[in-house]
């Protein structure tokens, strides 16, 4: 659930004035209360976000949309796209591409996404010290802050899924992974974006995609579509889990009904009965830690800032099939497709 600061203020002065004002947006109230802000020196908030709906996701067959690495060129077309879906989606966002995209992430914030967090810069955090890793988090918690105006995330994804025991502790909040990995940074092709997006999802899925990359955005309307033909509500990640609490530092990868999360795991060993489909890729070498409860696939290293020890793409993953192949039922094809 995100936080934020006087929704209930805004909200029932914009229902009590709508008639009022003719215009849900400006109440006199809430105009005065803007005014006094610029007033004094302070960005005037012109409204709240919406809260988390109530579904349950028990009940209704959910998946969740996110997008990662923006915001971006794409975004804005993306939250228009989705918009006219009636889809709620979760953009696990840079803090560093924030800045320049103010009115981007305050409009998500405006339209019931979720702001997620997903490091300042796009580093493998298993390599950062604790200090750099709680930096990258902090940073970005701010960035996305102060351009929502008072949204600070309560979810973190771990550049490359890369995550371990000692960053889960640093982050401090709870690790999404995901349950589909698109691979839509690798083959940039919108048709094909559109049919795994379509296909994969099952219920209480996390479904991964890029929205700096423009096939993937292209792909979304189809996505949309198919996915409604399947029977899916688009829900943000917390709105998926809602009823079932998220830990700080530990590593979620989709909703499993009605298991709790897993304990401690040894090693290398997989999540009871959650072996995270469509995920041919394991993260970086070191990785994945103990406490991981399924082996994420690797992500793309943001542009311009592939590191040292970001993952190969086609690296295996401990006990994947082959290197390269893609997993039992998924759909990806072969490189160069
Ligand atoms: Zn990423």
Known sequence: MVQTRGFGVFAAVGVGLLLVTGCGHTPKKQARTAGQQVAAGRKAPRAAPPPPRQIDCDKVQCVALTFDDGPGPYTDRLL??????????????????????????????????????????????????????????QRTQQAISQASGGV???????????????????????LILWSVDTLDWRYRSASRDAKVGVSQPRRGGIVLFHDIH?????????????????????????????????RAGQTYTEAVVPKPPAPPERPG???????????????????????????????????????????????????????????????VPSAGQ
């Open 80 to 137: 228009g796209t989705l918009r006219s879906g009636g889809a709620r989606a979760t953009f696990f966002m840079l803090g560093e591409n924030v800045p320049s995209h103010g009115a981007v992430v305050r409009r998500m914030a405006l339209e019931g996404h979720e702001l997620a967090n997903h490091s300042w810069s796009h580093p493998q955090l298993t390599s950062l010290s604790t200090a750099r890793v709680q930096s990258e988090v």
């Open 152 to 174: 600070r995330p309560t979810l973190m994804r771990p550049p490359y899924g890369a995550t371990d025991k000692r960053v889960g502790q640093a982050v401090g909040m709870p």
């Open 214 to 246: 423009k096939p993937s955005v292209d792909s979304i309307p189809k996505v949309l579509d198919g996915l409604k033909r399947r029977g899916f509500t688009f829900v943000t990640v917390s709105e998926l889990f809602r009823g079932k609490p998220l």
């Open 269 to 331: 060993s997989p999540a009871p009965g959650s072996p995270a489909p469509g995920s041919p890729t394991g993260p970086a070498p070191d990785s994945p830690a103990p406490g991981s409860p399924s082996v994420p696939a690797a992500e793309p290293p943001a542009p311009g800032a592939p590191g040292p020890g970001s993952p190969a793409p086609g690296s295996p993953a401990p006990g994947s099939p082959a290197p390269g192949s893609p997993a039992p039922g998924s759909p």
